[in-house]
């Protein structure tokens, strides 16, 4: 140290804060576009940006907007006595689920033809390269994959095998 650095005041930690708190202060990293042209090109790159992530975020899935009421049925559905009307009516207009939280769902139903649908979501997931089982998933496939009826254990065999 020089001896310029011992004779400069120090300043106190609240000075510093108050300093640092100063109203009208702006960070060195953001930076203001400087000109109405470049204004507007920041406005327009702005929303473009959220209008990608909007429709990112909030795409519907491949069921479109016939199918998303439907989805929505069965995860209202799911832990009460409708569940299985609300898969049958997914199944009849959509066929099976094409994404994993609501395939299962359809694991948790109490008929074996909604189960077996489930698991045939699943399966069609895994061809495409789009499935990625979680804890969660894996530990549904090991109770179906103990169940009692041989298709539905098979099947569930196979997504555990894959993974």
Excluded: N
């Amino acid at each position: 140290m020089s001896r310029d650095d011992d004779e400069r005041p120090r300043l106190s930690w609240s000075e510093i804060d108050k300093r640092r708190d100063r109203p009208g202060r702006r960070d060195e990293r953001e930076k203001r576009p400087q000109g109405a042209a470049a204004e507007a090109r920041a406005r327009a790159a702005a929303q473009s940006y959220l209008k990608q992530l909007d429709s990112s975020l909030f795409a519907k899935g491949p069921a479109g907007a016939a199918g998303e009421p439907l989805a929505r049925a069965v995860r209202e559905a799911h832990g009460g006595p409708r569940l299985a009307g609300a898969c049958d009516a997914y199944l009849a207009v959509l066929g099976p689920p094409r994404d994993a939280a609501l395939a299962a769902l359809f694991l948790d139903a109490p008929r074996r033809e909604l189960v077996l649908a489930g698991l045939a979501g699943l399966a069609a997931l895994r061809e495409a390269g789009g499935l990625e089982l979680s804890r969660a998933l894996r530990s549904q496939l090991r109770l179906c994959a103990g169940d009692a009826d041989d298709e539905i254990a098979c099947a569930a065999e196979a997504l555990l095998e894959g993974a």
